[in-house]
């Protein structure tokens, strides 16, 4: 099963979450969606697939409901992700010195406790609706390529 986790503080990557939980259905592939906040970050051991979806709060921090999550994969040292698939998209807004911040942090802190990543990280600005598309439809193929093969 393919795992939807967001971290939200407006609302609006939740939504966006829920957008790609029922696209994913859509196209046939089993997934959930939740946010952080909803598992412990030692679920991370038992994810075979896992979709981020996340803003950033303040001066490039996470969203309090990831904050749990952020900083279990930033401090511990001897995490082994090498069971992990990935991909993260990131919502922020340009105007800000720290635009997705925490998408790229989350994507960093898998990559370096060596978590696959299945497609490059999207970086969305405010008008997120118009961006997505393109990268949720090749996250798509990617993945019914990855759970066939």
Known sequence: ?????????????????HVVHQ???????????????????????????LIIVTST?????????????????????????????YAVLGLGDTYYPHFCQCGKDFDEFLKTHGAQKIL?????DTYYEEQYGPWLNELIAVLKNKISA
């Open 1 to 17: 099963m393919i795992q939807i986790l967001y971290g939200t503080q407006t609302g609006n990557a939740q939504n966006l979450a």
């Open 23 to 49: 696209s994913l259905i859509d196209a046939g592939l089993e997934s959930d969606v939740h946010g952080f906040e909803a598992h412990a970050p030692e679920f991370v051991y038992d994810i075979k697939f």
């Open 57 to 85: 709060y303040g001066d490039g921090e996470a969203p309090d409901n990831a904050s749990d999550w952020h900083s279990f994969l930033k401090f511990s040292d001897d995490l082994n992700l090498g069971h992990l698939h």
């Open 120 to 124: 490059g990280r999207l970086d969305c």
